[in-house]
Nanobody, 121 residues
Framework: QVHLVESGGGSVQAGGSLRLSCAAS????????LGWFRQVPGYERERVAT???????NYADSVKGRFTISRDNAKNTLYLQMNSLVPEDTSIYHC???????????????WGQGTKVTVSS
């Protein structure tokens, strides 16, 4: 059975940092593309960053230069280092896995429940 479990969310002031983690199990982790998405209730889920099985990262324009996605295949864990946070980053962050990288969340097969990030001004 597939499990994706996020952790590391919380409340920070603008300019602060958080590191999200996503522990995965139940599928061939190293061969999958992994991603972070975020969603504010009532709005569409948006892509934050993805990282392929080749470790190639791709970022949404809104987070480039501030966020870093990484993966540890030995630990089956995905990370998102978030620096210089702004109130617009407030959202529920979900990790996801797909056989190949894509921009659309609809193409991601497995999803975690999410972790909440709140950035205050």
């Amino acid at each position: 059975q597939v499990h994706l479990v996020e952790s590391g969310g919380g409340s920070v002031q603008a300019g602060g940092s958080l590191r999200l983690s996503c522990a995965a199990s139940g599928f061939t982790y190293s061969t999958y593309c992994l991603g972070w998405f975020r969603q504010v209730p009532g709005y569409e889920r948006e892509r934050v960053a993805t990282i392929g099985s080749d470790f190639n990262p791709n970022y949404a324009d809104s987070v480039k230069g501030r966020f870093t996605i990484s993966r540890d295949n030995a630990k089956n864990t995905l990370y998102l280092q978030m620096n210089s946070l702004v109130p617009e980053d407030t959202s529920i962050y979900h990790c996801a896995a797909a056989p190949r990288c894509a921009y659309s969340p609809a193409l991601f097969t497995y999803w975690g429940q999410g972790t909440k990030v709140t950035v205050s001004s």
